[in-house]
């Protein structure tokens, strides 16, 4: 009985694998395909899940309006788990088996590491969910960009705001110890610097920590106006809030894009009050006269949608476009031709998904506004007008 | 049928390969690993490339667990070591790709001795904890001495360089880890008809026996931890030409865990389980992204909706293998070979 079962169990195997091995690649249908790396299971599924959303959506409207030329667009993806090893893992799937001039990368990691091949390739651009300041590098990333302000420029944005709100504020700093937190805290110390603001304190926390007791002494020790975290999502930043509140003090709590969406800090409560981050995108729920593009969305999707589906459909919309530019001007869909038509980008309307015109110069967009979270209303509501560090 | 294999000298007694259906099997795999990358496409000639380097890192930890009985989780911290050796010497002091990798192995080697060293006390589960203490230790250092490793952002690694031609494609790569991995694996399966090998099995059965038969346990025990660390750097060197940057990320502590499960899923103790193991650790996850592709002309969206299931059937699968095959995938290929050769008997 038992032997039957395990060779019934190998044979299923064995018939399984047998199967997958054989099967075949898609054909070349004229298409033009967006890869995409996403990281629709593991710790960052929340964002890959919303990002997929945000691009299907984008693309959905560009096919019923008839396509790029009379091309549809079509997202080729797979999930990646959010490991660098599958993330490549999927690029090399589907560059063989699409032509693919346009790619979504899920990680910083995954995109310092595909970044030699982009070069070798010379065939595609890549924009992605990583804003690292490291990648907005004309020079070293030619073939990469980010559909909003690099973490550095995010640091900007809200310390622009900040001098104008407090001159000669006091800040503390508090970073995640990893590649994504330790990102803006040079530039940022040069910018505050320039600004007039003065950084008292840099924390840095271990990555997954949640016992905080020990930075919020040192918070209180320093007493900022302040406090700017980055490199979280959401722990530990509502049990920072909490013991910072219980111990009375008065400092503001600010945040980068991916720890702004509204929903992560629904299940937070009262403590989430007052919030506030910097945010490239209009919120789903933004009902401003100038953004018919949320209109159409909030019609397509009645339900609310994270950040990471405007970050997707602000990609989405941004390789359109380039390949749009490239294709009236005659010429072919490659790395070079696709990022100089980026580039051209010049005062270019999102329906309002981002509340002014953008352009993008090199490889970001630094353009943000500051917002407050409101928890009576479960919304961020915004507290400043659109901040852009290109003038 | 073959009845048996009467061995009439002591070189027949010690051949690696005994019998002829063996011999056989071996050249088809090694003719199938020559023909293999003008075969594959880039996917495939990616995916051959990572179980190679798997598989090396797997063979080192199946010395380690496998034969000397040491638990170890720190096999990726070994592996970061030989990443950023390399990394460092590219960078640094500009030497040739294998005097790199080479010397990634040597410097993994000699921290895997000092890691080693609560061996000499610990086993079971504590040596396991120890050994995640150290490569936690070790996570620290590549993460905060940024002088040597780069800090957070880590070092980038300029393509291996051989007379004057850059590996970059998957194709060219492929010549480099290929041949390094058979190497590897052969000289595993060598080591084990030494007395160094022999003394390795032996504390893995019985320590207190092996001491009494006259196996200095400290030094065996300690060049254990330093061939599988060796293993480990050798895998991490060839990582890092092939990714081309190293980070502190690179090789999270889930990567020793994952070279763990390869060899008890693959088969601990045998050469052909680490083999087994690294390849289906590697690349099951791959070949149920075709499940998904198969089903995505009935199901809109079936890469969101069923991602998330073929993580819990890669799981499963793992967990149907520990119950019904414990010995791992090994033991079903020798099954396989039982039952051909003595066919048409049953087994």
Known sequence: MFNVTKRSFIGLMAGVSMTLLTSGAMADDGDIVIGGSLPLTGVFAFAGVAIEAGMQDYISIVNEAGGIDGRKVRLAYEDTGYKVDQSVAVFNKLTSQEDIHLYYGDSTGFAKTIAPELARKQSMIMGGASFASELNDPEAFPYTFMAGPDYSEMFSILLEYIAKEKPGAKIVLVNSDSEFGRDPIEPARAKAAELGLNIVEEIITPPGSVDVSTEVLKLRRAQPDYTLFHGYILAPLPEFMTQAKELGLTTKFMGTFWSMDSSIWAGSGDVADGFMGVMPYRYYYDDAADAPMLDRIRAMRPEYQATGYMQGFVTAMLMVEASKRVIDAGDELNGATLKTALNTIKDFDTGGVIGVPISIPGNSIPVGRVYQYDSSAQKMLPVSDWISLQE | ?347
Request: one cysteine or more.
């Open chain 2, 1 to 347: 049928m073959i009845i048996g294999t009467a061995k009439e000298t002591y070189g027949a007694d010690q051949a690696l390969l005994t019998t002829r259906p063996q011999q056989v099997w071996m050249v088809i795999l090694l003719a199938s690993l020559l023909v293999a990358p003008f075969v594959f496409n880039a996917y495939w000639q990616y995916l051959a490339c990572l179980v190679l380097i798997n598989v090396v890192a797997a063979t080192g930890l199946n010395i380690l667990t496998g034969f000397t009985g040491q638990v170890s989780l720190g096999q990726a911290a070994f592996m970061a070591v030989g990443a950023y050796t390399v990394a460092w010497l590219d960078r640094e002091a500009g030497t040739p790709f294998l005097v790199n990798i080479l010397l990634g192995g040597g410097v993994a080697a000699a921290i895997g001795i000092v890691v080693g060293i609560p061996s000499l006390r610990v086993k079971g589960l504590y040596l396991a904890i120890a050994t995640i203490a150290a490569s936690f230790i070790l996570h620290f250092i590549f993460a905060h001495w940024t002088s040597v490793t780069g800090g957070s952002s880590g070092i980038n690694v300029s393509p291996a360089r051989i007379f004057g031609i850059e590996l970059l494609t998957y194709f060219q790569l492929y010549w480099l880890i290929m041949p390094v991995a058979v190497l590897m694996v052969l000289a595993t399966a060598n080591l084990f008809r030494t007395r160094i090998g022999r003394a390795f099995i032996a504390i893995r059965d019985r320590d207190i026996s092996a001491e009494v038969l006259g196996i200095p346990l400290l030094r065996y025990k300690l060049m254990s931890f330093a061939i599988a660390s060796f293993y480990a750097g050798i895998a991490g060197g060839m990582w890092a030409y092939f990714f081309r940057v190293v980070t502190p990320e690179s090789f999270p502590f889930l990567t020793s865990i994952f070279l763990l499960a390869a060899i008890i899923v693959g088969g601990m103790g045998t050469i052909i389980g680490a083999v087994i193991g690294a390849i289906f650790m590697t690349l099951t996850p791959e070949l149920l992204r075709y499940v998904v592709e198969w089903v995505s002309p009935w199901l809109p969206n079936a890469a969101t909706l069923l991602s998330p299931v073929r993580t819990v059937v890669f799981g499963a699968l793992i967990m149907g293998f520990l119950v019904f095959e414990p010995q791992g995938i090994a033991e079903i290929i020798q099954r396989i070979r039982r039952y051909f050769r003595v066919w048409p008997f049953k087994t």
